[in-house]
């Protein structure tokens, strides 16, 4: 199977930011109405984070950023609370212009906010942890890789790649029209991962969430490593997680 050969799902942008405009700015809202499992949710990333910040190799704490970042729910809860600076892409120019209102007492610690779409998002900066949640889904697959390539290519030394998404217990994609998006399955990711040269360091199932929603998984991702050196620590970081990802 070639990116090409992928690359079959129906995502219209334009459809996209216009459902999301019609949705009110608060927790509720952009969690599809499943507001209630945002605390289960922030708990198991946050547990996932700490494990990466404490690996052999960790990325530094400086900045990080949030991708598709809705109101800033994860900001708020989750990478104010580790990251000296917080980015923003959010192409919803309401939940944007609500982020630093809702952070309220770390507002100071939010940095750029980037008005547009992640298939238009090249960062200028880099970054030690870019985490995308619930947004890929609204990618096309191309699009999605040469986006993650243009992540990989914003990491600082040691940086770190989050991917936290739904994925199909069918195996098969899934669209929805209402907010023209698809959800993936973990063959797809893995092998999206795959094409923008990534390699998984850790992967984790959400738990504690309820019975019948999707399964959520969290996956840290680095560049596949070269001989040049560049990425010589992230490859020990990575030897370290090989035989967590085995035992999937
Ligand atoms: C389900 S909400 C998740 C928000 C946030 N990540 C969270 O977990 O609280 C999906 C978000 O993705 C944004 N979005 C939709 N299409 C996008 C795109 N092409 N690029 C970036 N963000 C997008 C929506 O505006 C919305 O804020």
Redesign the pocket.
Known sequence: MTAKDIDNNVIN?EK?LEY?ADIPATVDG???GFGFISDADIEGSTIFLNSLLSSKNPPCTNTAIDC???IG??TKFLLTQFFKSVDI????SK?ISTIKDFVGENKEKVGNLYNV???EFHPVKKYDVIWN???LG??KDMDLISYLVRCSNALNENGIIVVKENVTSSGKPENDDNDSSVTRSLKQYLKIFKDANLKRIKQVKQTNFPNGIYPVYMFALVPICNNSGLYNNVCNATEKYVSEINKL
């Open positions: 942008y996209s999301w952009v969690l599809g598709g970042a809705g729910r994860i892409v959010e192409p919803d939940f779409g992640l298939q949640q619930w947004v609204y990618l």
